[in-house]
């Protein structure tokens, strides 16, 4: 394989080339060429909590006039915190632990980052060299443990190896389809003397960065979205992970085809553009479902065929000729088999796609796609997204939500947690712009929002950053908030209270003949608030607001909007009743959508000529 040059430094290094050579040759200790590497990989923060087998490089990044370390409060919000960081910027996250339970703790995080393909750099403290296998105190086999969720992983355990192994690390994780890398390196290494010799050039022999598309392959492409009658395009997060959503704008413009953003692609496309049809899959709109279901040509572009998405894959897309464009080569034909398969990169893709189908156009002319957008815009008008007001009297968490996206606006970031309130942010908050929508698709984390939100501040502090969190999720990571109020990262934190396992109640009311076994969480409903979130976020430094009606809404939100100088949070009770509609129930077609409770949207489900 071709020798590629070692990642740079980011700007913060105003000569990043004799910012490292200045540092070549010089002896040091292990621990301090580990902060030294991290410099000159372009790190400029970092989430971490020191324990004995990483204490040795603690005092080293105390000098460091590059880097900003955050102390958390739990090593699982180290993890999500350099995913949210990697997430709103398109830098690598990063985060340190120590060894043992330190390191476990970011077992959950990684795995997060590999289903979600974010870039993310662990290093992680081991006991010493001799120790290991002994089951010294606090040893674990953090690299055993991660191999199968981890892009690459490494044990360092000579101290000379410690800069090729982090610049090997970035480069690997920013690198192809993006993730998590883990450097687990030796107390003993640590204490040991080098000589510190950064890597002109990075030379990983197999490691694939990402082919070039088959030029073959992507005309054929561009005939069939020439010629399609119901072309689709279906977007996945890897659209945005590449940067690549100019790309897709042009490629939108040009086809006339419908576009579905999946939860990790909501942004890619504005909202406001008139070819969106919305988010597929198990709560998507009727249209984008259906689009997907009555398509002819369905064009996959960094997505998955997630089951989320398919439903049940036999019945998904049955009439469709499928191309799917992915850098990971291992995705294509992995769920759904494919007619037209492009390896590469989205950008390049479309570098080349939007051309071809250029040329197709004046070849054969534009197809007629009116009859298509006529179904499209009646599916559209008689199954849009609402809501009806509540029972109890109770608000809505659709209108607390969408009240939030329309009072924040376009350039705010937003975290979620896991279950309705996720699902509810994704609906009904409209995303104009990538990395604007920040969540925990594949792997499902609850907790994942606090820390994720407080992050993407650190990584981008001149936006407002929204954590919406349900009740349940906020309890996992909440402590989070005092790293915030300590280290002045003003995060506002929106909990969608309805005292209650939302996602698992409803299943409970649906699938369960409302048997709440174990959902209640006590936390919203009645006089006794067990934790009160008001006091709770009093107690962390922060503001705590309550909102228990619709009349204040909008003015408890402005008054969140007013704070810039520490975290806010702000409780919001809201109708446990209320549901996540529309919804495939698991395991079944996408045919058999559910518009509400009981009723299915009406459309032809015959066979296509």
């Not at 996206?405 to 350039?411: K, L, W, Y």
Request: glycine share 10%.
């Amino acid at each position: 394989m071709a020798q590629v040059k070692a990642p740079k430094p980011s700007a913060l290094a105003a000569q990043p080339q004799s910012f490292a050579q200045a540092n070549n040759g010089q002896e040091m200790t292990g621990a301090q060429a580990i902060i030294k590497s991290l410099e000159c990989a372009g790190a400029t923060d970092v989430f971490g909590l020191p324990g004995g087998a990483i204490l040795p490089t603690y005092d080293p990044l105390m000098d460091s006039q590059r880097i900003r370390h955050i102390l958390v409060r739990h090593e699982q919000g180290a993890g999500h915190a350099a995913q949210g960081y990697a997430h709103a910027t398109g830098k690598p996250g990063v985060c340190i632990a120590t060894s043992g339970p330190g390191a476990t703790n970011l077992v959950t995080p990684i795995a997060d980052a590999n289903m979600d393909s974010i870039p993310m750099v662990a290093i992680t403290g081991q006991v010493g060299a001799s120790l290991i296998g002994t089951d010294a105190f606090q040893e674990a086999d953090i690299v055993g443990i991660t191999a199968p969720i981890t892009k690459h992983n490494v044990l360092v355990t000579d101290p000379n190896e410690i800069p090729q192994a982090i610049a090997e690390a970035f480069y690997i994780a920013t690198h192809g389809r993006p993730g998590p890398v883990l450097v687990d390196i030796t107390k003993s290494a640590q204490q040991s003397t080098m000589n510190f010799q950064w890597p002109e050039r990075i030379d990983l022999p197999g490691f694939n960065s990402g082919a070039r598309p088959h030029a073959k392959t992507v005309q054929e492409a561009a005939r069939l979205l020439a010629t399609a009658r119901r072309p689709v395009l279906y977007v996945g997060g890897g659209v945005i992970r590449s940067g690549a959503s100019a790309g897709l704008r042009k490629l939108t413009d040009l086809s006339g085809a419908a576009v579905t953003t999946t939860l990790m692609a909501r942004g890619a496309l504005p909202d406001s553009h008139p070819q969106h049809v919305g988010m597929p899959g198990m709560h998507g709109t009727v249209a984008a479902v259906a689009s997907l279901q009555k398509a002819d040509l369905v064009v996959a572009l960094g997505a998955r065929f997630d089951d989320r998405v398919t439903g049940k894959l036999e019945s998904f897309a049955p009439h469709a000729t499928i191309v799917h464009a992915d850098i990971d080569p291992a995705e294509i034909g992995k769920n759904r088999a494919v007619d037209v398969p492009i390896v590469g990169d989205l950008k390049e893709v479309f570098e080349v796609l939007v051309p071809a189908l250029e040329e197709e156009h004046r070849k054969h002319g534009k197809p007629d796609l009116e009859a298509w957008w006529t179904q499209i815009d009646q599916w559209r008008d008689t199954y849009g997204l609402g809501f009806t007001p509540t029972d109890d009297g109770l608000s809505s968490p659709q209108h607390v939500i969408q009240r939030l996206g329309e009072i924040s606006g376009p350039d705010t970031i937003f975290t979620s947690g896991v279950g309705q309130h996720q699902m509810w942010a994704s609906q009904f908050i409209r995303y104009e712009r990538p990395n604007s929508w920040i969540n925990s698709g594949g792997l499902g984390t609850m907790g994942f929002s606090v820390p994720a939100a407080m992050g993407a501040k650190v990584g981008e502090p001149d936006r407002t950053v929204w954590s919406i969190d349900g009740d349940g999720c906020f309890q996992m990571t909440n402590q989070e908030l005092v790293t915030c109020a300590i280290n002045e990262i003003p995060i506002k934190v929106a909990i969608v209270n309805n005292s209650s396992l939302g996602m698992v109640r409803q299943w409970q009311t649906l699938y369960y003949n409302e048997r709440y076994s174990n959902t209640d969480l006590h936390t919203g409903h009645g006089t006794r608030r067990i934790p009160d979130f008001v006091k709770l976020a009093d107690a962390m430094g922060c503001v705590g607001l309550r909102c228990e009606s619709d009349a204040d809404v909008d003015a408890t939100i402005k008054r969140a909007m007013e704070i810039d100088d520490q975290p806010v949070v702000v409780d919001f009770t809201v109708s446990r009743d209320a549901m996540v509609w529309p919804m495939v129930a698991a395991g079944t077609s996408n045919d058999e959508i559910q518009y509400a409770r009981g009723i299915a949207p009406e459309w032809d489900r015959g066979e296509e000529e």
